[in-house]
């Protein structure tokens, strides 16, 4: 299940013990939404081993300042509480897949 992501959760969530990939979007965003059905699925499929989060750009535009976000999706990969990945645009399931396997 994908989690929001806020200011006011992010680094909580981002400094955890469990790792985080971080999807930068819009509603408007046509790549967005093809990617969201991938992104839901990884989701599911590595629950419990990696949180997968949603933060969109026009409501948390200071989060997406800090990361220099310019170009969405932009998905962020951290592992330890440091960004160790980043994928922009959008991209086959399986370079996200091979992303998700080396967070674990």
């Known amino acids: 299940m994908e989690v929001v992501i806020t200011q006011d959760n992010f680094e909580e969530l981002k400094n955890g013990n469990t790792p985080l990939v971080l999807?930068?979007?819009a509603t408007w965003c046509g790549p967005c939404r093809a990617l969201s059905p991938?992104?839901?699925?990884l989701a599911e499929e590595?629950?419990?081993r990696i949180i997968v989060g949603k933060c969109d750009v026009e409501e948390n535009d200071e989060l997406a300042a800090e990361f220099?976000?310019?170009?969405i999706p932009t998905v962020l990969f951290f592992k330890?509480?440091?960004?160790?990945?980043?994928i922009v645009g959008a991209a086959a399931k399986s370079v996200f897949e091979?992303?998700?396997?080396?967070?674990?």
Do not use: P, T, Y
């Open 38 to 41: 991938i992104l839901s699925g």
């Open 98 to 104: 091979e992303k998700f396997n080396a967070l674990l």
């Open 68 to 71: 220099g976000i310019h170009n």
């Open 80 to 86: 330890n509480g440091q960004m160790v990945d980043k």
């Open 46 to 48: 590595f629950d419990g």
């Open 23 to 25: 999807d930068f979007w």
